[in-house]
């Protein structure tokens, strides 16, 4: 039985067409057969922020995002496609492609460009300060008015209390050394 089964499975593989074409002359529908591949990372570059969130999600450094400059790069041969990019992308503007990177002889990198608006400029702080003076004060009610005045009678009591204890106090604290100094 077990000899009859190797038989069938050798005429098949000698006479039957192969499992395996010819990459890259023959390329296979790999949209129909596979649409599930992960094939490469691609970007929209309309939707991108470069925000950087995919070259930190990247477990293998494969994403460059230099948002100065404007440019979001993709280290196509270094990426394992993972995915994790694509999850982690704020604006979900990666997606995997299910054709794989070409196939080639000389390593390169895909790099998208993309003109940021320049930043807003800073408001000097001179500004700001100014905003705040200019600002009309709340008119108070005249019961606020009273309050206000009782408020500041009460703390120039309490500090003129206090100034008057501390001169006190340095008064009674002369005799005390004069003894000290007459006895040497
Ligand atoms: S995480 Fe998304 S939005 Fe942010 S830089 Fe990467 S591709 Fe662009
Ligand atoms: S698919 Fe994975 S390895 Fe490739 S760029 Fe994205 S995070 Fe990096």
């Known amino acids: 039985m077990g000899s009859f089964k190797l038989g069938k499975m050798t005429l098949r593989s000698l006479f039957g067409k192969p499992a395996t074409v010819r990459y890259p002359y023959e390329k296979r529908d790999i949209e129909k057969l596979f649409p599930n591949m992960r094939g490469h990372v691609v970007n929209d570059m309309d939707v991108c922020i470069l925000c950087g969130m995919c070259q930190r ?3 293998v450094g494969a994403i460059t995002v230099d948002r ?10 270094r990426c394992i496609q993972c995915a994790h990019c694509v999850h982690e992308c704020p604006k979900n503007c990666l997606s995997m492609d299910v054709h794989p990177a070409e ?16 930043p807003a400029a800073k408001k000097p702080a001179g500004a700001a300060a100014g905003a705040a003076a200019a600002k009309p004060k709340p008119k108070l009610t005249p019961e606020q ?4 005045a009782e408020a500041r ?3 120039a009591a309490k500090k003129a209390a206090a100034a ?12 005390a050394d004069k ?4 006895a040497e």
């Open 57 to 59: 999600a990247c477990p």
């Open 164 to 175: 008057k204890a501390a001169a006190e106090g340095a008064a009674d604290a002369k005799p």
């Open 145 to 148: 008015e009273a309050r206000v």
């Open 68 to 77: 100065k400059g404007g440019d979001w790069t993709i280290d196509q041969y």
């Open 103 to 118: 196939a080639t002889t000389e390593l390169y990198v895909t790099k998208e460009h993309k003109d940021m608006p320049a």
């Open 153 to 155: 009678k009460k703390a």
């Open 179 to 182: 003894p000290a100094a007459e």
